[in-house]
């Protein structure tokens, strides 16, 4: 698909402006919609594609770069954001176990419906992200003095507070203050609560 401009040089503050807008957009919404690296990339060459196919509507007398950009790219990703949740609720795909389409001895499809049917992506995992968190965790258990390592060691073996700090023995006040200072600990090494 080729596209007509009607003027073939984009200044360079756009250009600058527009793989700004285009990365910062794209990064929003990888972490809010936990997208996999191919959406990503083409969730920013798309925003990229629009803000340069938009650059002869922009004005510098009525809007800075850095805002045109923005403004357009948030309203392109709104956009590509609701394609792509029409796309993943149509695709999905049957169990293992399930005949094919072309099998003489396939049922209705009213069989397949309702539990059956599992979405793409429910099972698409970022492992980069997954073993830079291990490394993280190792990282700050080597921080780690000795009693917080029991603790940790305890959190990690009854995996709920409450049943936790029965098997402490302590009071519930130094139980949580515990609690707080190692959710501190590993905030130092990049690990939020979750909310």
């Excluded at 040089?9 to 990888?30: E, K, N, P, S």
């Excluded at 949740?85 to 072309?102: H, Q, V």
């Excluded at 099998?103 to 049917?117: A, K």
């Excluded at 992506?121 to 970022?126: F, I, L, M, Q, V």
């Amino acid at each position: 698909m080729q596209t007509k401009m009607n003027n073939p040089t984009i200044d360079q503050t756009y250009l600058d402006a527009a793989l700004a807008a285009a990365a910062t957009r794209t990064y929003r919404l990888a972490v809010r919609l936990g997208l996999p690296s191919a959406d990503r990339q083409d969730m920013h060459q798309e925003l990229l594609l629009d803000l340069l196919e938009r650059a002869p509507g922009f004005d510098p007398q009525r809007a800075c770069a850095n805002t045109y950009t923005g403004v357009v790219s948030k309203h392109r990703a709104v956009e590509l954001v609701d394609a792509l949740m029409k796309d993943r609720a149509r695709m999905c795909f049957l169990p293992g176990g399930a005949a094919a389409a072309n099998d003489p001895q396939m049922d209705e499809p009213d069989e397949y419906d309702g539990d059956n049917v599992v979405p793409m992506w429910a099972e698409d995992r970022d492992l980069f992200s997954d073993s830079m968190a291990l490394m993280d965790l190792q990282k700050a258990l080597t921080y780690m003095n000795d009693e917080q390592l029991a603790f940790f060691d305890l959190l990690e073996t009854h995996q709920d507070l409450p049943s936790a700090w029965k098997a402490c023995g302590v009071s519930s006040a130094t139980f949580y203050r515990r609690v707080a200072e190692m959710r501190m600990h590993l905030r130092m090494f990049g690990f939020r609560s979750a909310a």
